[in-house]
């Protein structure tokens, strides 16, 4: 039976684990087991830069932060070696990451399971969550849509005022 102080320190582990993922609007599980060293640091370097935390972690404490976040439909995913990416701001950048890796890497490196918003998602899941756009991209879809009509309006503007002067010019020549 483990020690009181060991113990406590796993409760304290799973307490910020749990918290950690309460507050991320995405997550996603992966097995790493196919990963070397120098694509495993290539790969935080990418997720660390969107934004995105990456930790490996322990099956059991996993389970019991999961359990406690409300996320009991993870259970079933974590076997074998799991790391977990969280995201607190953008939806879609662990995934997009992740897949991109994983198809890369021909079956080392597989996704296992995410969530998003309290939602869970499977592996298929999380892929198709993958092709969605960056919240970036979604943001200057917006402003172009937005942008359009206003461009189409001064374009007509430009139009009759550039008519308006190249009629004043021709009455202008006439007159001289």
């Known amino acids: 039976m483990p020690s009181d102080k060991i113990l406590q320190k796993k409760q304290e582990q799973v307490s910020v684990l749990s918290d950690q993922m309460k507050n991320a609007v ?17 790969l935080r370097k990418e ?7 990456y930790m490996v972690v322990k099956n059991s404490l996993l389970r019991r932060a999961a359990d406690n976040v409300g996320y009991e439909g993870l259970r079933d995913v974590l076997v074998g070696s799991t790391a977990l990416a969280l995201s607190e701001n953008d939806m879609v950048a662990a995934a997009k990451i992740l897949c991109k890796y994983a198809e890369g890497s ?11 918003e309290g939602n869970l998602l499977d592996a298929d899941g999380v ?13 200057a879809m917006t402003l172009r849509g937005l942008n359009a009509p ?26 001289a």
């Open 26 to 42: 995405a997550g996603v599980l992966v097995d790493y087991k196919g990963i070397n060293v120098q694509n495993d640091t290539k």
């Open 47 to 53: 997720l660390r830069e969107a934004g995105v935390d």
């Open 106 to 116: 021909k079956g080392a490196f597989t996704i296992k399971a995410g969530f998003v």
């Open 127 to 139: 892929s198709q969550l993958s092709k969605l756009p960056s919240r970036e991209e979604l943001v």
């Open 150 to 175: 206003i461009s189409g309006f001064v374009n007509v503007l430009n139009a009759n005022i550039r008519g308006l002067v190249i009629a004043l010019n021709q009455i202008a020549e006439k007159s």
